[in-house]
């Protein structure tokens, strides 16, 4: 039965191991990346082992404050990918006058229902 544990969590684990005799390192195993997790699995026989959540900006800093080296070195960029998606928050568009009035030529009348095309 695979385990479901937190990104730094499973980083932080020393030694995996599955009942083929298997053991090693988060990194050693072959991980699939969805949009949420990584699903982890023996090198050896393919035997599913855990699901780890990606983290969150949140979970970085926790793992960053309980003495984390990979949160420490993630937190930088975690807090930059914050402050992008909070300048796109404020950026973003939410009425129509919001949008730039645009001096266009009126455009030609055309009609395009069925047999409505000009002849030449
Ligand atoms: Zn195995």
Redesign the pocket.
């Known amino acids: 039965m695979p385990v479901r544990v937190g990104y730094y969590e499973a980083a932080r684990r020393t030694t995996w191991e599955?009942?083929?005799?298997?053991h090693g390192r988060f990194e050693e195993m072959v991980q699939g990346l969805s949009s949420e997790l990584i699903e982890a699995s023996?090198p050896?026989?393919d035997?599913h082992l855990a699901s780890v959540d990606l983290p969150t900006i949140e979970d970085t800093r926790r793992a960053a404050d309980a003495g984390s080296d990979e949160a420490e070195r993630d937190l930088p960029r975690a807090e930059a990918t914050e402050g992008r998606w909070q300048r796109a928050a404020a950026l973003q568009l939410t009425r129509a006058d919001q949008l730039p009035h645009l001096d266009l030529p009126a455009p030609d009348p055309v009609c395009l229902g069925p047999g409505s095309r000009r002849r030449r």
């Open positions: 599955c009942s083929c005799g298997w023996c050896a026989c035997a």
